[in-house]
């Protein structure tokens, strides 16, 4: 990749001594093989600590039930951000937001389970069909 177009100080920042600044975050693993597991822009800073919403998704969707799900931060005037779960369920189904809760504090650290869990039919897309995080934040009244 040579730049972004018309965007020079994009551009600038993308890259660091000739490496392009992906955003992704990952490991790699003792083979020497890479695994992405989150991006940058959406960890959230939760009481000074780094929470990936992948993480809580992952354990989400150990829930039965649970067709899709995203987490996004929430601006908290005191903690900085709080963890806010969008849920769609498999058709027909129900489910007990609170028992989803005491599901997920179960499996981790309190400060990373969302403080509300928000029920959808349908998680916004592009079109490509990534879920579109963005549009999330806006329905909490973020950027």
Same mark, same amino acid.
């Not at 489910?95 to 029920?119: C, H, N, T, W």
């Given at each position: 990749?040579?730049?972004?177009?018309?965007?020079?100080?994009? @551009?600038?920042?993308?890259?660091?001594?000739?490496?392009?600044? @992906?955003?992704?975050? !990952?490991?790699?693993?003792?083979?020497?093989?890479?695994?992405?597991?989150?991006?940058? =822009?959406?960890?959230?800073?939760?009481? !000074?600590?780094?929470?990936?919403?992948?993480?809580?998704?992952?354990?989400?969707?150990?829930? *039965?039930?649970? =067709?899709?799900?995203?987490?996004?931060?929430? @601006?908290?005037?005191?903690?900085?951000?709080? *963890?806010?779960?969008?849920?769609?369920?498999?058709?027909?189904?129900?489910?007990?937001?609170?028992?989803?809760? =005491?599901?997920?504090?179960? =499996?981790?650290?309190?400060?990373?389970? *969302?403080?509300?869990?928000?029920?959808?039919?349908?998680? *916004?897309?592009?079109?490509? !069909? +990534?879920?579109?995080? @963005?549009?999330?934040? +806006?329905?909490? !009244?973020?950027?």
């Amino acid at each position: 990749m040579m730049g972004y177009w018309n965007q020079i100080e994009e @551009t600038a920042r993308a890259f660091r001594d000739s490496w392009l600044l @992906t955003g992704d975050l !990952g490991y790699r693993d003792e083979e020497g093989y890479y695994f992405i597991t989150d991006r940058k =822009k959406d960890m959230l800073l939760v009481n !000074g600590n780094n929470v990936y919403p992948r993480e809580i998704e992952e354990v989400i969707y150990q829930f *039965p039930n649970v =067709k899709e799900a995203a987490v996004v931060g929430q @601006t908290d005037a005191r903690r900085g951000e709080q *963890p806010i779960a969008f849920v769609v369920l498999n058709e027909g189904a129900t489910v007990d937001g609170e028992a989803l809760l =005491k599901f997920i504090r179960s =499996k981790m650290a309190d400060y990373k389970v *969302p403080r509300q869990v928000m029920l959808s039919t349908a998680l *916004p897309r592009n079109a490509t !069909g +990534k879920v579109l995080k @963005t549009e999330l934040r +806006k329905q909490l !009244g973020g950027k």
